[in-house]
């Protein structure tokens, strides 16, 4: 007779095989360890398979080009897309782990991550948290994605020739959302506009009837709204079902399929890098390419900036393998300062001391589902 | 008129969050066991009914299906998590542990299923028409409210007027006495625990169309579901209903009043000044130890 007790480890080990076995194959000797840092579950969890997709795509190729002499053993971890998540994430990857090179996004995570990365030397490369004090957060903290006052300052000179002047402002009350507030509170004058209501939210809040009433009040022109992950949805359609008929307005975190595709989303304006698929240089043409036969669809900026993130770190481990020198933290970032420019997607990424990455931006417009330039 | 407005959509949340609370204060008053899988039901309605509407099939057929899922669920966490912890002795945190590691699994397979980014059932009710000068409200305000009583109404009848019903309320003050009566407590925690799951149902419909659905969506409803109960009274069901209504229009007024950052917190003010104030809560017996 079979016990339970039996019966539970047998399938344990049967469920634990198959999952053994690919992590033992790869835990080879002398792999470079990759940590990701980015949510896998919960409300904000949709960025991380993104963000992990345009990882891959790089991984696929930096291995098919031979780039380098040692294999890449990519190590995850949930940040849950919280400041306490990104701390524990970041404290495994870097003490456990010990990856040399993490790629992580929010501006809240990264925030908390990086005193972490910077105590154990270890490279962290954002290319999703657009917090404008993410720039020169640390020396070891890079980003690949241009910053929020980035993006405001691009969307103001539109907002003047729409003669949209009044806004109300929906922002989540984290460094990302602060960052936007300040942003329009100093760049609107400016332009001859002003912010006529400005209501913050906490990262958890669903329920918008309340906000829509008070947003509706203030009379604006146009409805900016800095939140992230599923929140975002939930702002749009119910500002949209409670009676603002205003344009809404946000920055690239609007970009993921789940908002675009809501019908609620049909005109909502968002800034961002440039992203121009039909450039001709090697790296973006391959990248586009193979991107639309895997994933049978266009890529997006994120794809874009973790795409670029990896590359970055293919490109300086190649440089250092070739010179004998152990890839490590510290010789990543010298590698990183002596080069400086780099072949990436959209094309060369010119770093600035600071760790930003100046990039060209552009507005677009939901159409049918999809994001198309409007400027 | 801004005040008018914030009551209204404090009514319309309300009354979802009512329908959200019931069914846990339900089973809790019945059973006692802390169900916090409850919050998966309600997920897995949610999603049920999404798919179908997803699949073209009318929004009747989707509920429909959305619960016999909740049932079955409901029933089979009672049978195969609950009754073997009870017949072992386990703990309430053996219990406890047990039931949000299901509502963990859940979480993951609706998001294998169904990804990880937001959904919501597009219904033209959700769309709010100007009644008033600044006053805007949709269709879906009449529906919440209604399918809430009649929802009331028709447990409230069972519970007081049928001897199931008052066999379910007696099960958790005296099971061995219910024996007697010749009722049997492992039937009676069968109809809670299938009663308890049926009512996450409405809600999970109304916020599949409203506010929309996302695989961590369990976690917010056992917040709303735990402090509707501690308000209401630990185990009572008009108690769960007008706590959940309570903390709708709370979250809402106080917005008129202060800043739009509090909304979510005012409940839990609410919930601070009952345990600190009223612990039996609304309709609860105080306990004298």
Aim: proline share 5%; charged share 15%; net charge positive.
């Amino acid at each position: 007779m079979l016990h339970r007790r039996s019966l539970l480890a047998a399938t344990a080990l049967g469920l634990a095989s198959p999952l053994a076995a690919p992590r033992l194959a790869r835990a080879q000797a002398g792999a470079h360890v990759i940590g990701t840092l980015f949510p896998m579950a919960g409300p904000n969890a949709e960025y991380g398979g993104i963000f992990t997709s345009g990882i891959q795509l790089a991984i696929e190729h930096i291995t098919a080009d031979k780039m380098l002499q040692r294999p890449i053993d990519l190590r995850a971890q949930d940040s849950q897309g919280t400041p306490q998540g990104g701390a524990v994430g970041m404290t495994k990857l870097a003490n456990v782990d010990r990856a040399p090179y993490v790629l992580l996004g929010f501006t809240g995570v990264s925030k908390a991550a990086a005193p972490i990365g910077t105590r154990n030397k270890t490279v962290m490369i954002n290319g999703g948290g657009v917090g404008p004090d993410l720039a020169e957060l640390s020396p070891y903290f890079w980003n690949v994605i241009p910053l929020v006052n980035q993006e405001v300052q691009a969307m103001l000179p539109w907002l003047q020739a729409q003669k949209l002047l009044k806004i109300a402002l929906v922002y989540v009350d984290d460094p990302l959302g602060t960052g936007v507030l300040s942003e329009l509170k100093n760049g609107l004058p400016g332009i001859g506009g002003q912010l006529v209501g400005s209501f913050s939210i906490p990262p958890a809040t669903q329920q918008f009837a309340a906000i829509a009433a008070r947003v509706r009040d203030s009379k604006p022109d146009a409805v900016y709204f800095a939140s992230y992950g599923a929140q975002q949805s939930q702002i749009v359609k119910q500002l949209r079902d409670n009676g603002v008929s205003q344009p809404l307005l946000t920055y690239s975190g609007g970009s993921i399929p789940s908002v675009q595709a809501l019908p609620e989303a049909e005109g909502l304006v968002l800034s961002g890098q440039a992203a121009d698929w039909t450039r001709e240089d090697p790296v973006t043409k391959r990248f586009v390419t193979d991107w639309r036969a895997k994933h049978n669809s266009e890529p997006t900026a994120y794809h874009q900036n973790y795409y670029n993130g990896m590359r970055l770190f293919g490109l300086l481990a190649q440089g250092l393998e070739k010179a004998g020198k152990p890839v490590d933290g510290e010789n990543l970032r010298e590698e990183w300062l002596r080069v400086k420019r780099f072949a990436l997607v959209g094309g060369e990424g010119v770093f600035e001391e600071r760790g930003t990455m100046s990039m060209p931006m552009q507005i677009n417009q939901v159409r049918g589902g999809r994001s198309q330039k409007i400027a | 008129m801004l005040f008018l407005q914030l009551l209204v959509s404090g009514i319309q949340t309300g009354a979802i969050y009512a329908l959200t609370a019931a069914g846990f204060a339900l089973i809790f008053g019945a059973t006692r066991v802390f169900h916090v899988a409850h919050g998966a039901t309600f997920a897995l309605a949610g999603y049920t009914f999404l798919a179908l509407s997803q699949a073209g099939f009318p929004w009747f057929l989707g509920a429909g299906a959305a619960l016999v899922v909740a049932v079955a669920f409901g029933l089979f966490m009672d049978f195969f998590v609950y009754r073997p912890i009870q017949r072992h002795e386990g703990s309430f945190f053996t219990v406890f542990v047990a039931a949000f590691g299901m509502s963990i699994v859940v979480q993951s397979l609706i998001e294998i299923g169904f990804g990880r980014g937001f959904a919501v059932v597009a219904s033209p009710l959700t769309r709010a028409h100007e009644v008033l000068p600044g006053l805007y409200l949709a269709d879906i305000f009449w529906v919440a409210i209604g399918v809430a009583l009649v929802m009331f109404g028709a447990v409230t009848l069972f519970l007081e007027r049928t001897r199931l019903g008052i066999g379910l309320r007696a099960l958790s003050e005296n099971p061995e006495l219910l024996r007697a009566f010749g009722l049997s407590s492992r039937r009676l925690s069968m109809v809670a625990f299938g009663l308890g799951s049926a009512l996450a149902v409405p809600g999970a419909v109304l916020t599949a169309v409203t506010s929309g659905l996302q695989p961590a969506i369990s976690a917010q409803v056992m917040l709303v579901s735990l402090a509707a109960a501690v308000v209401g009274g630990i185990g009572s069901l008009r108690g769960a209903a007008l706590a959940g209504l309570l903390l709708g229009v709370v979250e809402n007024l106080v917005v008129s009043v202060l800043d739009t950052q509090w909304s979510a917190a005012a409940g839990f003010v609410v919930l601070f000044a009952f345990i600190l104030f009223k612990p039996s809560g609304l309709f609860g017996q105080a306990v004298a130890r």
